[in-house]
Protein backbone atom coordinates (compact mmCIF):
# COMPACT_ATOMS: atom_id res chain seq x y z
CA UNK A 1 0.00 0.00 0.00
CA UNK A 2 2.79 2.22 0.65
CA UNK A 3 4.18 1.77 -2.81
CA UNK A 4 1.03 2.93 -4.32
CA UNK A 5 0.95 6.05 -1.93
CA UNK A 6 4.25 6.80 -2.88
CA UNK A 7 4.14 6.32 -6.51
CA UNK A 8 0.88 8.71 -6.32
CA UNK A 9 2.94 11.31 -4.70
CA UNK A 10 5.23 11.57 -6.98
CA UNK A 11 2.63 11.76 -9.84
CA UNK A 12 1.02 14.97 -8.19
CA UNK A 13 4.15 16.26 -7.80
CA UNK A 14 5.13 16.46 -11.70
CA UNK A 15 1.83 17.04 -12.01
CA UNK A 16 -1.50 14.76 -13.13
CA UNK A 17 -1.77 13.26 -16.68
CA UNK A 18 -0.80 10.35 -18.94
CA UNK A 19 2.52 8.63 -19.14
CA UNK A 20 3.04 7.26 -22.04
CA UNK A 21 6.33 5.70 -20.53
CA UNK A 22 5.67 1.65 -20.96
CA UNK A 23 8.00 0.70 -18.40
CA UNK A 24 6.51 3.08 -15.80
CA UNK A 25 3.29 1.70 -16.69
CA UNK A 26 4.20 -1.87 -16.25
CA UNK A 27 5.35 -1.18 -12.61
CA UNK A 28 2.53 1.02 -11.60
CA UNK A 29 0.21 -2.15 -12.45
CA UNK A 30 2.09 -4.63 -11.49
CA UNK A 31 2.16 -2.66 -8.29
CA UNK A 32 -1.64 -2.17 -7.98
CA UNK A 33 -2.12 -6.00 -8.98
CA UNK A 34 0.11 -7.10 -6.47
CA UNK A 35 -1.02 -4.89 -3.61
CA UNK A 36 -4.86 -5.87 -4.75
CA UNK A 37 -4.14 -9.91 -4.91
CA UNK A 38 -2.39 -9.89 -1.53
CA UNK A 39 -4.99 -7.81 0.10
CA UNK A 40 -8.15 -10.10 -1.38
CA UNK A 41 -6.22 -13.57 -1.99
CA UNK A 42 -3.20 -13.40 -0.09
CA UNK A 43 -4.72 -15.22 2.90
CA UNK A 44 -6.25 -18.14 0.65
CA UNK A 45 -3.21 -17.97 -1.34
CA UNK A 46 -0.86 -18.56 1.73
CA UNK A 47 -3.07 -21.27 3.23
CA UNK A 48 -2.97 -22.81 0.17
CA UNK A 49 0.66 -22.63 -0.36
CA UNK A 50 1.08 -23.90 3.32
CA UNK A 51 -1.29 -27.08 2.45
CA UNK A 52 0.62 -28.02 -0.51
CA UNK A 53 4.06 -27.96 1.75
CA UNK A 54 2.68 -30.09 4.35
CA UNK A 55 1.63 -32.33 1.84
CA UNK A 56 5.04 -32.34 0.29
CA UNK A 57 6.70 -32.32 3.82
CA UNK A 58 4.46 -35.14 4.13
CA UNK A 59 4.93 -37.22 1.09
CA UNK A 60 8.84 -36.70 1.98
CA UNK A 61 8.49 -38.21 5.28
CA UNK A 62 6.65 -41.12 3.75
CA UNK A 63 9.04 -41.29 0.92
CA UNK A 64 11.72 -41.45 3.94
CA UNK A 65 9.55 -44.00 5.75
CA UNK A 66 9.62 -46.39 2.61
CA UNK A 67 13.17 -45.71 2.21
CA UNK A 68 14.22 -46.63 5.60
CA UNK A 69 11.54 -49.51 5.17
CA UNK A 70 13.53 -50.65 1.72
CA UNK A 71 17.36 -50.02 3.19
CA UNK A 72 15.97 -52.57 6.36
CA UNK A 73 14.41 -55.05 4.16
CA UNK A 74 17.38 -55.35 1.77
CA UNK A 75 19.89 -55.83 4.74
CA UNK A 76 17.43 -58.51 6.25
CA UNK A 77 17.76 -59.98 2.87
CA UNK A 78 21.74 -59.42 2.72
CA UNK A 79 21.91 -61.07 6.13
CA UNK A 80 19.77 -64.09 5.12
CA UNK A 81 22.01 -64.38 1.93
CA UNK A 82 25.22 -64.42 4.18
CA UNK A 83 23.56 -67.17 6.06
CA UNK A 84 22.46 -69.42 3.18
CA UNK A 85 26.42 -69.12 1.80
CA UNK A 86 27.36 -70.10 5.46
CA UNK A 87 24.58 -73.19 5.61
CA UNK A 88 25.55 -73.99 2.03
CA UNK A 89 29.08 -74.13 3.21
CA UNK A 90 28.17 -75.90 6.16
CA UNK A 91 26.64 -78.51 4.26
CA UNK A 92 29.21 -79.04 1.30
CA UNK A 93 31.91 -79.22 4.37
CA UNK A 94 29.40 -81.92 5.76
CA UNK A 95 28.98 -83.47 2.42
CA UNK A 96 33.15 -83.74 2.11
CA UNK A 97 33.35 -85.62 5.47
CA UNK A 98 30.58 -88.09 5.04
CA UNK A 99 32.02 -89.08 1.51
CA UNK A 100 35.49 -89.17 2.87
CA UNK A 101 34.10 -91.16 5.66
CA UNK A 102 32.40 -93.78 3.64
CA UNK A 103 35.78 -94.00 1.21
CA UNK A 104 37.85 -94.93 4.20
CA UNK A 105 35.18 -97.53 5.47
CA UNK A 106 34.99 -98.84 1.63
CA UNK A 107 39.34 -98.99 1.73
CA UNK A 108 39.02 -100.54 5.29
CA UNK A 109 36.52 -103.59 3.70
CA UNK A 110 38.43 -103.38 0.79
CA UNK A 111 41.74 -104.20 3.10
CA UNK A 112 39.96 -106.58 5.33
CA UNK A 113 38.13 -108.84 2.15
CA UNK A 114 41.55 -109.02 0.35
CA UNK A 115 43.61 -110.26 3.95
CA UNK A 116 40.37 -113.11 4.02
CA UNK A 117 40.93 -114.19 0.60
CA UNK A 118 44.61 -113.86 0.88
CA UNK A 119 44.16 -116.03 4.23
CA UNK A 120 41.79 -118.52 2.44
CA UNK A 121 44.04 -118.75 -0.57
CA UNK A 122 46.78 -119.60 1.80
CA UNK A 123 44.49 -122.12 3.76
CA UNK A 124 44.04 -123.69 0.35
CA UNK A 125 47.35 -123.73 -1.20
CA UNK A 126 48.48 -125.67 2.20
CA UNK A 127 45.64 -128.30 2.49
CA UNK A 128 46.24 -128.92 -1.39
CA UNK A 129 49.85 -129.49 -0.51
CA UNK A 130 49.20 -132.06 2.05
CA UNK A 131 46.57 -133.57 -0.20
CA UNK A 132 49.06 -133.85 -2.36
CA UNK A 133 52.04 -135.34 -0.04
CA UNK A 134 49.70 -137.94 1.27
CA UNK A 135 49.12 -139.24 -2.09
CA UNK A 136 52.69 -139.04 -2.74
CA UNK A 137 53.50 -140.81 0.58
CA UNK A 138 51.06 -143.47 -0.03
CA UNK A 139 51.56 -144.00 -3.31
CA UNK A 140 55.75 -144.58 -2.18
CA UNK A 141 54.46 -146.56 0.70
CA UNK A 142 52.45 -148.88 -1.85
CA UNK A 143 55.22 -149.25 -3.91
CA UNK A 144 57.80 -150.14 -1.07
CA UNK A 145 55.15 -152.77 -0.25
CA UNK A 146 54.82 -154.53 -3.52
CA UNK A 147 58.49 -154.36 -4.23
CA UNK A 148 59.15 -155.71 -0.80
CA UNK A 149 56.29 -158.46 -1.37
CA UNK A 150 58.34 -159.11 -4.52
CA UNK A 151 62.16 -159.55 -3.67
CA UNK A 152 60.53 -161.70 -0.46
CA UNK A 153 58.76 -164.53 -3.04
CA UNK A 154 61.49 -164.57 -5.05
CA UNK A 155 63.82 -164.88 -2.55
CA UNK A 156 62.19 -167.03 0.00
CA UNK A 157 59.43 -168.86 -2.10
CA UNK A 158 56.16 -169.86 -0.75
CA UNK A 159 57.02 -169.95 2.81
CA UNK A 160 54.46 -168.22 4.35
CA UNK A 161 55.67 -167.60 7.93
CA UNK A 162 59.27 -166.01 6.80
CA UNK A 163 57.07 -164.22 4.22
CA UNK A 164 55.28 -162.50 7.09
CA UNK A 165 57.98 -161.84 9.59
CA UNK A 166 60.02 -160.68 6.68
CA UNK A 167 56.99 -158.02 5.33
CA UNK A 168 56.89 -156.90 9.21
CA UNK A 169 60.58 -156.12 9.28
CA UNK A 170 60.62 -154.44 5.89
CA UNK A 171 57.13 -152.18 6.44
CA UNK A 172 58.92 -151.24 9.84
CA UNK A 173 62.69 -149.54 8.11
CA UNK A 174 60.12 -148.53 5.34
CA UNK A 175 57.84 -146.77 7.45
CA UNK A 176 61.21 -145.55 9.82
CA UNK A 177 62.74 -143.98 6.73
CA UNK A 178 59.63 -142.64 5.69
CA UNK A 179 59.14 -140.61 8.90
CA UNK A 180 62.50 -139.12 8.93
CA UNK A 181 62.57 -138.56 5.04
CA UNK A 182 58.96 -136.99 4.49
CA UNK A 183 58.14 -136.17 8.20
CA UNK A 184 54.64 -138.37 7.69
CA UNK A 185 54.21 -139.75 11.51
CA UNK A 186 50.02 -140.31 10.32
CA UNK A 187 51.01 -143.11 7.67
CA UNK A 188 52.81 -144.93 10.13
CA UNK A 189 49.79 -145.21 12.56
CA UNK A 190 47.27 -145.60 8.90
CA UNK A 191 49.96 -148.57 8.19
CA UNK A 192 50.18 -150.12 11.68
CA UNK A 193 46.43 -150.38 11.70
CA UNK A 194 46.08 -152.07 7.94
CA UNK A 195 48.98 -154.86 9.06
CA UNK A 196 47.14 -155.62 12.06
Known amino acids: MEIIENILAL ?8 NTDPFETNILNLAVVVGIVRKFVGGELTSILDQRR ?10 DKKVREAEKQLEEAK ?15 QARQRVEQENARMQQQLVEGLQYLRASRDKTIQLERQ ?13 ALTSTERT ?42 QAN
Open 11 to 18: KMRYGFGI
Open 54 to 63: AAILLTLAET
Open 79 to 93: NSVDMAHLRAQELRT
Open 131 to 143: LIVRSIAKQVSDL
Open 152 to 193: LLTAFGQSPSKQKELNEKHIQVTLRQLKSSVGLDFFISDYGQ
